[in-house]
């Protein structure tokens, strides 16, 4: 009986996040960013403006 070895455990094949630079996008934002919870965000990419973008679509939508 021969032994088992584990499989390999290689890296994901993405960049790293720069940190103090938006991750958002492919290619990514590079806008200077805060770390959230989602990771490195712009005033843009930020998930409050995020989720009032999406608030004004679907508002725009039920019109």
Do not use: F
């Not at 960049?15 to 200077?32: A, E, H, L």
């Not at 930020?46 to 019109?63: E, H, I, V």
């Amino acid at each position: 009986m021969s032994e088992q070895r584990p499989a390999a455990i290689t890296p994901p094949p993405y960049p790293k996040n720069t940190p103090y630079q938006c991750d958002t996008g492919n290619p990514v934002c590079g806008r200077p960013a805060r770390l959230y919870a989602g990771g490195w965000r712009c005033d843009i990419h930020n998930p409050a403006a995020w989720a009032s973008r999406q608030a004004a679509a679907s508002d725009d939508t039920a019109a």
